[in-house]
């Protein structure tokens, strides 16, 4: 009986997954994604940059955080990667632990623990008596990391992340940055299909994700072709 029930479920995220794609069909600007008005820049080189501006306080990011991980395992070397913690309530200490942990090279191990403290353990993280309590438990040194913590390099961090905010025009996470030109979120990628649930929201934002890609690497070999002719003849030959 578990094993059937097991199959339906498996069966039904296909049939979420399949049409979430099938309603994406070929995004629309202003509905899946937006095109910012004024591009960022970029030093990603031949690479795509997707950055994910998210928050440990929002439920939503750690709903989408697994897939996201898989979807971005999945694309290798196409893209670079990046997170910017988001500040909406005034409160630093969360984004001063998530920067913190990535500077101490540490975010892979403890990214998914951070959010189950929050979420599952009930550490909201608020103060920074909260953040050492999450660290003691966690093992991680507490010297090095209050070292770290407390540093100019964090402040410059938490300035830079509210520029990044300003600059993609940030109102609510999780959303997705591509080529510091096009943004989407799941809420944008499922748009077109009604009131559906988060699973299925977050289901839809990886083809858009996927199409959004596939766009920014047709304008870059076209670029590229077009600053050098040579290449482009040799290529048709």
């Known amino acids: 009986m578990r094993l059937i029930r097991h199959l339906l479920i498996l069966l039904s995220l296909g049939f979420i997954a399949i049409g979430a794609s099938a309603a994406v069909g070929n995004p629309e600007n202003g509905k899946e994604y937006k095109l910012l008005e ?23 990011c750690n709903a989408l ?15 670079v990667f990046k997170r910017v913690h988001v500040n909406f309530h005034g409160l ?4 001063k632990l998530y ?10 191990e403890f990214h998914i623990k951070v959010f189950n403290a929050y979420h599952v353990d009930r550490n909201r993280l608020q103060t920074d008596a909260d953040v050492m309590e ?13 070292d770290v913590y407390n540093s100019f390099a964090i402040q410059s961090k938490l300035s830079r992340a509210a520029q990044l905010m300003t600059a993609f025009q940030v109102d609510s996470v999780p959303m997705l940055a591509i080529d510091g030109r ?21 289901q839809a934002v990886f083809p858009v994700l996927d199409w959004l890609l596939a766009k920014v690497q047709k304008e ?13 003849v ?3 030959k």
């Open 38 to 60: 004024r591009p960022q820049s970029v030093d990603s080189g031949k690479k795509i940059e997707v950055i994910e501006f998210f928050g440990y306080f929002c439920p939503h």
């Open 65 to 79: 955080e697994p897939l996201l991980a898989e979807w971005v395992k999945k694309q290798g070397d196409n893209i």
């Open 92 to 95: 630093t200490s969360q984004q």
């Open 99 to 108: 920067y913190s942990l990535e500077a101490m090279g540490k975010i892979d």
């Open 134 to 146: 999450f660290v003691a438990k966690s093992g991680i040194d507490k010297q090095k990391f209050l």
């Open 182 to 202: 096009y943004i989407t979120a799941p809420a944008m990628a499922a748009v077109t299909m009604g009131r559906v649930t988060e699973q299925a929201q977050n």
């Open 220 to 232: 870059k070999n076209s670029t590229a072709q077009a600053a050098d002719p040579a290449k482009a």
């Open 234 to 236: 040799a290529k048709k």
